[in-house]
């Protein structure tokens, strides 16, 4: 039975630990530090690293962590990160035997050109991808390959449990609000979102359920949310692909 743990880094990142038969699999190690200590902590040994995409502040760590335990590091293949031991394409297999887990690349450009999550065990790890209620930045690809991207993982069970790598959740409830103020079941996560942030805990994972109901990235086919992009933009938007490539903008503006 696999667990997983977040080890707090940097300034709001989550490094997710993969946790079965005292080992465990970090995803997106941006910083060295907070996972050594963490691992002798729990008396827990690394035994293979997973990253989604080549921002620093999910690789930054991996040069320590092989300096001290030699293991695999999986990796998107068209990043050119030089770390990366095992680089994956779409479909990629990465299998953990060590944690007795095994895990499917997804190819989710969008946010990075080579973008890639890890989806396996109902669990989904898609770095700066989906957030909880909102998505990544579009740095790399085109808004029209994050939608496409959102939407394969928007087509995951709704049970999958789904661990981005940031802290971002009550910033996109502020603006999903804003998009969408009469959703009620985004009114409700705001109360408990922000009860978990009071008490001191993450607000992921969350579910593909969950962001199917209140994330504005993946309902651009609600009239709300269409509504709210063609005001902002002042013109008719006849597609999905059009309403999410504006919302993505109004994000991108949006100061709380
Ligand atoms: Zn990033
Ligand atoms: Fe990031």
Known sequence: MLRIEAIPALQDNYIWAIIG??????VDPGDAAPILSWLQRHALRLSAILVTHRHD???????????????????????????????LDEGGCVA??????EFR???????????????????LFCGDTLFACGCGRI???????????????????????????????????????????????????ARQEQDKRMRGLPTLPST????????PFLRCREPAIRQAAEAYAQRPLTTPEAVFAVAREMKNQFRQ
């Open 21 to 26: 038969n005292g080992c465990c699999a970090v």
């Open 57 to 87: 502040d999910h690789i930054g760590g991996i040069a320590d962590l092989l300096a001290r335990h030699e293991v695999p590091v999986y990796g998107p293949a068209l990043e050119g990160i030089a770390v990366v031991s095992q680089p």
């Open 96 to 101: 953990l035997p060590e944690i007795d887990a």
């Open 105 to 123: 690349a997804m190819s989710v450009p969008g946010h990075t050109r080579g973008h890639i999550a890890y989806y396996g065990h109902g669990l």
């Open 139 to 189: 740095f790399e690809g085109t808004a029209s390959q994050l939608h496409d991207s959102l939407q394969r993982l928007a087509a995951l069970p709704g049970e999958t449990q789904v661990y981005c790598t940031h802290e971002y959740t009550l910033g996109n409830i502020a603006f999903a609000l804003g998009m969408e103020p009469d959703n009620t079941q985004l009114i409700e996560r």
């Open 208 to 215: 593909i359920a969950l962001e199917l109901a209140t994330n």
